[in-house]
């Protein structure tokens, strides 16, 4: 059994005033116990939000609408207050964006390992000062920082010390799986790479399922073993990170990837994505993508094409469907 | 000003304007040193003894790691910080020397792009306001001299029709499109020299190849002279013809972009050229973009 199976998920913000805006809609999926994967695409794609919902952290405005989000067999969706809340010991957790606003400024390292661990203590358990110095000592340690840093406040901290606090204080409650939502976007290159790469050990010792948000397909593909693409607020590819470049995809995934390249080759061309992701608040008739699709056809702006199989994972896409098929014919009739 | 006013319209693609008088920059010998307040008097060498000039025209990254002293050399090429030692000179004026009335004058030649669109805008203000605010106050303009001047810079820039765009604040807006926003107020004064400090990182990387391809097409056009900072190469190599790389504040390696990429001499160098995300190469699959075979 998957750990994580989610099936209708839908997400919208409702804000005041204005038009409610789907921000997440129809994901199914599931994760395997101890996979990697990923979760890419641009700003406004749905991917935090999706990330929030499977943590059941979202907030208003934005609400779960329609889902069943089964962790470990409970349909978290369904669950509130304190039965939520005793599901994150040993549960899931999420690491937030820019870990500068995600830790509280007045109070020392030390403390805020305190409050998360005596909030979700177990009846009995050794909560007191020297027990959560040590538990906290060793978390640190776990992401490569020095015990030291339990005294002190967040802005003595560099940005990339203050991520690394945020993944301890995620792996305080021995989570099965973690959200890490764009865990390296405010960093530099060289810092961004020493996170990722604590990230990739503590997911292999651990053996937890790690979702890894980010808008930079580079890193996700260097980073996880299975790649899931979302476009306006659907996911439309799904695939292991190994067979992404390569092969038959998602016309959105293939104009992602064309938009790196290494800049050691003789000929260095970036590619772009014309246009821009369309308005949530509207009703979405066809494919999402088709007004900035290369390949679109009538039938894209008609339906709205299911994500179905397609190489070695899932693609919503009526051209690559087809075009798949054919080929699966031509080679049978050989 | 007629005369700019004329310039802002003949940037069309592909048509190469003769570079106008647009004067060299020239860095000899800058440091910046910060000194901490408080007891121990510790000091902080931002920059340390750095020298280069950027040509008439020429296109010039500055690329390292955070805390690597590019920004603060920006602040002082722009004249918001002053060097500890050392000489920043923008044809025969020097920067570093500059007060009030002199770096008005400066700041009609050497416009910033910052990295952040989304704090560099006044939320209250349209697109359009925006750029015609340095039309007004630099080129003297009416103000209906500086809206129609806005809104040719806005096409300029990309963001058509104009008349659609003029009218939007901030948060009507994406981070591509305000991007362009500030580059087309950078523009809007005419000036010789623009710095653009991490014009693209907050941004998708599906934007990104749009943005640099801008300011490229703007170089050429209008013989605008671009210091580029960035900690990413790969843009770095799209939109320069020479990089720097700095590391605490020192120069360590330089020369032409495609040769210190393809050849890095310096540890440094090869250290941030390994960071840079390569999708192809975390696959295994050693193939270049445009070789991919697709459709």
Request: with cysteine; charged share 20%; aromatic share 4%.
């Amino acid at each position: 059994m998957a750990l994580l199976e989610c099936r209708g998920v839908n997400v919208a913000y409702e804000p005041a005033r204005g038009q409610r805006i789907w921000a997440v809609r129809d994901v199914d999926l599931a994760l395997e116990q101890g996979e990697f994967v990923g979760l890419v695409g641009e700003s406004g794609s749905g991917k935090t939000t999706l990330g929030h919902a499977l943590t059941r952290m979202l907030r208003p405005p934005a609400r779960l609408e329609s889902g069943v989000i089964a962790f470990d067999g409970v349909d978290i969706a369904s669950l509130h207050g304190e039965q939520l809340r005793r599901r994150r010991r040993n549960g899931f957790a999420l690491v937030l964006q820019s870990g500068m606003n995600a830790l509280n400024p007045v109070r020392t390292i030390g403390h805020q390992f305190g409050d998360v661990l005596k909030a979700h203590a177990w009846r009995g358990e050794d909560v007191g000062a020297h027990a959560i110095r040590l538990r906290a000592a060793g978390l640190l340690a776990a992401v490569r920082l020095e015990p030291d840093v339990l005294g002190r406040y967040p802005h003595e901290l560099s940005g990339g010390m203050r991520q690394r606090v945020s993944i301890a204080l995620a792996l305080a409650l021995e989570p099965r799986m973690i959200v890490f939502d764009e865990p390296t976007t405010a960093l530099d290159v060289i810092v961004q790479q020493a996170v990722i790469q604590t990230i990739k050990d503590l997911q292999r010792d651990r053996g937890f399922t790690a979702v890894l948000i980010s808008h930079d397909l580079g890193v996700v593909l260097e980073a996880t073993d299975r790649v899931m693409v979302m476009y306006a607020g659907r996911i439309v590819e799904d695939q292991p990170a190994s067979a992404l470049v390569r092969g038959l995809h998602h016309p959105y995934t293939e104009a992602l990837l064309d938009c790196y390249a290494d800049p050691r080759a003789d000929v260095v061309e970036l590619g772009g994505i014309p246009g821009y992701p369309p308005d949530l608040s509207l009703p979405q008739a066809g494919c999402s993508f088709a007004p900035r699709c290369p390949l679109a056809e009538d039938i894209c702006r008609a339906q709205d094409p299911p994500l179905s199989p397609l190489g070695r994972g899932r693609a919503a896409c009526h051209v690559r469907a087809r075009a798949a098929t054919i080929g699966e014919e031509v080679g049978s009739a050989r | 000003m007629p005369a700019d006013l004329g310039s802002a319209t003949n940037g069309q693609a592909g048509q190469a304007v003769p570079v106008r008088g647009v004067p060299a920059l020239t860095l000899s010998r800058v440091s910046k040193v910060y000194r901490a307040r408080g007891e121990g008097r510790r000091t902080v060498t931002a920059v340390d003894d750095v020298s280069f000039t950027i040509e008439p025209g020429a296109a010039i990254g500055l690329v390292g790691a955070s805390g690597s002293g590019k920004s603060t050399l920006a602040s002082m090429i722009t004249g918001s910080e002053r060097p500890t030692a050392g000489t920043i000179t923008f044809g025969d004026v020097s920067i570093g020397r500059l007060r009030a009335g002199g770096l008005r004058r400066i700041h009609r030649q050497v416009q910033m792009v910052f990295q952040d669109p989304y704090g560099a805008l006044n939320p209250l203000h349209t697109a359009e306001y925006t750029v015609m605010r340095p039309c007004q106050n630099f080129l003297a303009m009416s103000a209906s001299q500086a809206r129609d001047r806005a809104r040719e810079l806005l096409e300029i820039v990309g963001l058509t029709p104009a008349s659609q765009f003029a009218v939007k604040l901030p948060h009507q807006l994406s981070g591509g499109q305000r991007q362009r926003v500030l580059i087309a107020r950078a523009l809007a004064c005419d000036p010789g020299l623009i710095v653009a400090d991490e014009p693209v990182s907050m941004l998708d990387v599906s934007l990104r190849a749009g943005v640099l391809t801008l300011l490229s097409e703007l170089r050429r056009d209008r013989g605008l002279s671009l210091l580029y900072i960035t900690h990413d190469l790969l843009s770095a190599r799209v939109i320069t013809d020479q990089i720097l790389v700095l590391n605490h504040g020192r120069v360590v390696e330089e020369g032409p972009t495609r040769q210190v990429l393809q050849h890095p001499q310096h540890d440094y160098t090869m250290q941030l050229l390994d960071a840079v995300a390569n999708p192809f190469a975390a696959a295994g699959a050693d193939i270049p973009t445009t070789d991919r075979g697709r459709k």
